[in-house]
């Protein structure tokens, strides 16, 4: 992606947001029909879903995780291509995988269900990255993003711009592993002096205990929170690191990026330019504006290469209309991405706290990998750091090898951390099918 691609993104995006709320609903059921008639015509799963006499969006059935996955061939655009290709280049190269240098091959992190795999054009990944920077930053510059490793692929083509204009260099940005320990992770931000900060919401909060208790004083002037609800006290926590830094949230997800972000009231504005989301019910009917959803209907309007059009996200939303702060567009409250840190016993009274949704990316390596063998897991922390590990397997298999690899990957993971890790066991118990509505909790500790 050259560096005039670049400056159209950065045009588009400031423009949409100039534009009167009249003009803006027309540029958005622009990107619908185009992103519907390009799918009806080069997706063999969406000519057999689309009706012919199709008028809005509505019209259109839902697709759920399970029809993606089972279609999965049939959604993407280019006949050359297909699943077995993907996830063989997926399991080769996960930091970097790509299909003919035109597309990032990417793992959903499975924060609200099983992950899944997909195909995001590179150029279009880049230019949904830089929408995203500019609106949620205001264009301050230098953004270590504590991430998982796939999205790598979008900051190194960041890192990439570096030398080649002003503009470049404004959105250049270091990606760190989440993977890594606390203590590395707040050496590099020290390291770095960056104006911003992005990363899961209660790894932020590790972080910043880390930076203040080794002293660091880093310049941070906006840190944004992603993957989990943001409390005030997670704020205030957070600040207790960082004290000039503004404090917000974004509701983004793997499949499209960044869906909302905050405007200066706390209220999350939905990139209308790039997404739509819709609130419906477990049957999936669209509800109104105030009532809280069941689950979330996604349309991405930039993905050709497997247009997602109305798929089913287990977020629960309120969707609003409306706000003092000027913005035109709808905002939403986000329910249900909640990520309680779990802390194993250290030395004496010490406690080691861990981000819940950074051991599900380092599960959801290998269960990605693995995931002709088990379809499911759970992750439950007992006294003494004794791990239990419910799996799920997909027979016929070998349940104790399979064990063994996420026994020793488990062990690794939390050693790396400085966890003294107990027994790691497999459990007679099948993971836990949550009640209509609720939430599965994946990874939590109780006290035995």
């Known amino acids: 992606m050259n560096i005039f691609s670049c400056l159209a993104s950065f045009i588009e995006t400031v423009r949409f947001q100039q534009l009167s709320r009249k003009q803006q609903k027309k540029i958005i059921e ?94 279009e990944f880049v230019r949904d990255g830089i929408s995203d920077f500019i609106r949620a930053t205001k264009f301050r510059s230098g953004i270590p993003i504590i991430t998982k490793r796939h999205y790598t692929i979008e900051m190194e083509k960041y890192e990439g711009a570096r030398e080649q204009s002003w503009l470049a260099r404004k959105i250049a940005s270091t990606t760190l592993n989440s993977q890594d320990s606390y203590e590395y992770l707040a050496e590099q931000i020290n390291k770095y002096k960056p104006k911003c900060l992005g990363g899961y919401t209660s790894e932020l909060k590790l972080i ?96 050709k290469i497997q247009p997602m059009i109305r798929y089913a996200l287990g977020d629960k939303i309120v969707l609003h209309k409306g706000c003092p702060c000027g913005c035109k567009t709808d905002w939403v409250e986000i329910q249900g991405r909640t990520s309680d840190i779990v802390y194993f016993d250290g030395k004496g009274d010490e406690k080691i706290g861990v981000s819940p949704l950074t051991m599900m990316i380092n599960m959801d390596s290998y269960y990605a990998e693995g995931v002709e063998n088990f379809s499911d897991y759970q992750i439950i922390i007992h006294g003494g750091n004794n791990v239990e590990l419910r799996l799920a397997f997909i027979e016929p298999c070998d349940h104790e090898a399979i064990f063994k690899d996420v026994q020793k990957a488990t062990i690794d993971y939390l050693s790396s951390l400085g966890v003294e890790v107990g027994e790691v066991y497999l459990s007679d118990v099948p993971p836990d099918i949550p009640a209509p509505g609720k939430k599965k909790r994946r990874i939590y500790r109780v006290d035995d």
């Open 208 to 303: 910043a205990a880390k930076c203040k208790e080794l002293g660091y004083e880093v310049p941070v002037e906006m840190i944004l929170c992603s993957g989990e609800n943001l409390t005030e006290l997670d704020k205030t926590e957070i600040s207790k690191a960082f004290p000039k830094a503004k404090v917000c949230s974004l509701y983004a997800s793997t499949e499209a990026s960044t869906i909302a972000t905050e405007c200066k009231l706390g209220h999350l504005h939905i990139n209308e330019d790039r997404v739509k989301i819709e609130p419906v019910d477990l049957d999936f009917n669209v509800l109104p504006y105030g009532e809280r959803s069941d689950q979330t209907l996604l349309t991405v309007y930039s993905n």
């Open 30 to 123: 622009k990107k619908q029909k185009e992103i519907i008639n390009y799918a009806k015509n080069n997706s063999e799963y969406y000519k057999r879903i689309i009706p012919d006499n199709w008028e809005k969006l509505e019209d259109i059935p839902p697709t759920t995780k399970q029809m993606w996955m089972d279609n999965f061939d049939d959604i993407l655009t280019d006949r050359t291509i297909n699943y077995n290709r993907i996830w063989n280049q997926y399991k080769s190269d996960p930091d970097n995988a790509t299909i003919d240098g035109k597309y990032a091959v990417v793992m959903t992190s499975g924060t609200t269900g099983a992950p899944i795999i997909l195909l995001r054009d590179k150029d």
